[in-house]
């Protein structure tokens, strides 16, 4: 039995990143929000230029979780504007991996990130009809602290939960 790995993102990885939220974005979000903005969406957050950018930035942390040498999932982080905060912005693996604890192994790898560097408090955002992952969620900690919608641009909202989690 294979275990996954998790490293970090590396410029050679981009087209593989972007083919695999295509792949994760459609099957996943085709009920929930209409193929339009699915596709404005990912032409917003997951070109090569912007993910190149991110990789080599100091305020954004990528990662990727290989299984049997072929990357199955991500996760990506950013700084917010507040102290000792990052927000957890991306989080998938892909539909053929989903429900077998990756996603927890995700998030541990993302804890133990915040507690060597002394962040203190991880959010993220999920789209209310997301019920999956938000159980999910819910399941590794995090708590609904507050409802938020947002305008994106193109007459798309992203109408999400802000979910919070502390890390000691």
């Known amino acids: 039995m294979s275990f996954p790995s998790i490293i970090s993102l590396t410029l050679d990885d981009t087209d593989l990143i972007i083919a695999l939220a295509n792949t994760i974005w459609h ?9 339009e903005q699915i596709e404005y969406m990912l032409n917003q957050r997951y070109h090569s230029t912007l ?10 942390w990528w ?4 299984l049997n040498n072929k990357i199955i999932g991500f996760s990506c982080c950013v700084l917010t504007r507040h102290p000792k905060e990052l927000k957890l912005d991306k989080l998938y693996l892909h539909p053929h991996h989903q429900r077998k604890g990756y996603g927890e192994i995700l998030v541990d790898d993302i804890k133990q990130f915040m507690r060597y560097h002394a962040f203190e408090k991880l959010t993220l955002t999920v789209n209310k009809n997301n019920t999956l992952a938000i159980a999910a969620y819910l399941h590794y ?8 919608v947002i305008d994106i641009g193109n007459g ?9 989690m502390n890390i000691k």
């Open 141 to 148: 900690g995090f708590k609904k602290s507050d409802d938020i």
């Open 27 to 35: 099957k996943h979000y085709s009920s929930i929000i209409s193929t």
């Open 156 to 164: 798309f909202v992203m109408d999400d939960y802000l979910m919070t």
């Open 51 to 60: 993910i190149r950018r991110q990789i080599l930035s100091h305020n954004t």
């Open 63 to 66: 990662r990727k979780l290989v």
